[in-house]
Each structure stands twice: as C-alpha cells, then as structure tokens.
C-alpha cells in the first residue's frame, strides 16, 4: 500500500440486530484486516449510545488479539477521565504480557459520552487529563518523589513496559504534549471540522525521540464508505447521515438501515447539516475513495490513515474495507 492503512471499530450496531452480535462481529473485521494488510484494529471507548458496542475496548483487544496473529490492536481510545491511572496502567501491561509488540494504547481526554453517563462513571473533567496521564505513568517508571504515597506502588506486572502511547485529539490542544513526550498522535478528522494539518505540524515541530518512538507519527482518522458503485455506496452512507443527525438532536439509537435513512423526510435545514457532515465523509467507488485519502494524507503531511466505516449492513461494512485495501494495491 502507498500509505499505511488502519481499522477505528466502534463495533456499530444496526437496528434489527444486537449489541452482543456487533461484538462478536469484532473478529471477523480483524481477521480481514489483518488478511488485507491494514497496520491495526483499533477499539474506541463510547457509553451509553445504543448504536455504538465499545464501551469495555481493553477487553475487546484482549478478545480480537488472541483470534489474529500480528495485527496491532489497540484503544482509540481509552477516555482516560473516565478511569483510574493505575488500572489503566496494570491493563495495558497485562496485554502486553499476553501479547508482545502488538498493543497500542491510544488515550483520549473527553469522556466519550453523553453528560450523564459520565457523572455514573464518576469521571474526571478533561483539563486533569496531563495529570492523569502523568500519574498512569508514573506507576511504571518510577516517576513518584520520595514520600509520595504512591511511590510504592507497582503496576503489574512489571516486568513489561507499557505499550506505546498515542495521544488522541479533534482540535490540535494535544498535539505539542504528545511531541513533546515522545508519542504518537492521532487526530480525528472523521468528526472534526477542525483541519488536521496545523495540529500534524505542531505535534512533528515539537517532537523529542523517545523509546516508544524514534520518531513521529501522526494518523489521520477518516470516515469511509467505499462500494463497487456510487449508487451503492451512497446507499450505505445514508445510514450515517441518519445516524448522525439523529446524534446532533440527542436522539441515541441503533444506526438506522438504507431503507430507513430513504424513508425519512429531511428538511431543508436537516439536508444543509447532513451536507455539512458529509464534507468529513469519503464516499465512493475504490478510485474515487483512493483519491480522496491521499489527498487528505498528502495535505496534513500524515504517516497513516486509519478509517471508521459504520455501515448498517455487516456484510457491506466488511466489503467497504476490502475494496480500500484493493485500491491501494500497487
């Protein structure tokens, strides 16, 4: 491929279907991918949206890293508020001890849910999340002073290092901390409108090497529906249209189907919004979807795309994500 391709699983569920079906569906998506070359699979962490499985991502990489063999899997992220440092901390070694090499732990400071799923979770606000991050890690390299309460205290097991990090963002405000520490970055430009090109920038002029890290990496996260066809492809992406306006009124519901996306009567404010969003969405035939990532890769200078593709249709989802790894076939 002419740029490193990887998998954001929110394990989508579609009406009709059920939680616990898109989560086993999980390894099927893996397996192709790892089939197909893509670089990793990795899990975002949502609460309380019924279209969206992911809530428990460690334990989804858990579950798909055992059913590959050399994909990364990985967190895009672990909502760090959301969770103590030290359990963070004491999982992501865990999988790493189970798995050598092969974990990414990316971390996010929003919550990934709605208000009152984040006051259940008891979460912390975003601005502590260097803080939360510092204190995760503090754990597993002996970062504590003297007397600290903590400093006794071993994230185990301790006898693998945590896995590299990467600092997820939408707007750029992590990026010069990401470089700055020596991890990856991450930004999502599949529900962002913010351009990814000046936080790239900000993260790779700031970048200090580090062990993880010789040197920086950005992933550019895009949303993709690609089909033989554009009439095809088009049909699927009505399911996200939909989805996601349904989203911007605080309607949580499974993603809807094709059927139930053509059925329903947009206004002409609702088709401006649903215009506005398709302008973060790729979506055509493999040419048209290859074109269109390199030239947002080329743009923001990124070292890896990673794409979302939440399609109502599992069968068609698996597809979307194959004919990208074909048109990238040199």
């Known amino acids: 491929m002419s740029i490193p391709l990887s998998v954001l699983d929110l394990a989508p569920v ?18 192709l991918a790892e089939s197909l070359g893509y670089v990793r699979h990795w899990f975002a962490e949502h609460h309380s949206m019924p279209s969206v499985a992911s809530a428990a991502p460690e334990i989804l990489i858990a579950h798909v890293a055992a059913a590959t063999r050399h994909i990364h899997v990985g967190s895009g992220g672990i909502m760090l508020p ?3 440092p030290l359990k963070v901390a004491e999982t992501f070694r865990t999988l790493a001890g189970l798995h050598p ?29 260097p ?3 510092s204190e995760m890690r503090a754990y597993c390299n002996g970062g504590f002073p003297e007397g600290h309460p903590f400093r006794k205290i071993r994230a185990m097991p301790d006898d693998v290092p945590l896995p590299p990090i990467w600092i997820l963002g939408s707007s750029g405000a992590s990026a010069r901390m990401a ?31 580090s062990e993880a890290f010789a040197r920086p990496h950005a992933i550019l996260g895009v949303a993709v529906v690609c089909a033989e066809t554009e009439a095809e492809a088009e049909r699927h992406a009505s399911t996200m249209d939909l989805a996601w306006l349904r989203i911007r009124r605080g309607q949580f519901l499974p993603l809807p189907s094709p059927k139930e996306a053509a059925a329903y009567a947009y206004t002409d404010f609702e088709r401006e919004a649903v215009a506005e969003y398709r302008q973060r969405t790729i979506v055509g035939t493999p040419p048209q979807v290859r074109a269109a990532i390199e030239s947002m890769a080329t743009a923001c200078a990124a070292d890896e795309v990673m794409i979302v593709s ?9 597809r979307s994500y194959e004919l990208v790894a074909s048109a990238f076939l040199d």
């Open 179 to 209: 470089g700055a520490a020596g991890m990856g970055y991450s930004f999502a430009s599949h529900f962002s409108p913010t351009p990814a090109a000046p936080a790239f920038q900000a993260y790779k002029a700031s970048f200090q090497p």
């Open 14 to 31: 579609p009406s009709g279907s059920t939680a616990s079906e898109s989560l086993r569906r999980t390894v099927d998506l893996a397996r």
């Open 82 to 84: 959301n969770h103590s």
């Open 131 to 133: 803080a939360l991050l």
């Open 101 to 129: 090499g092969r974990i990414d732990l990316g971390l996010g400071r929003a919550p990934g849910s709605e208000p009152a799923a984040s006051r259940a979770l008891r979460a912390f606000e975003g601005e502590q999340f």
């Open 310 to 318: 939440n399609l109502h249709d599992p069968v068609a989802r698996l």
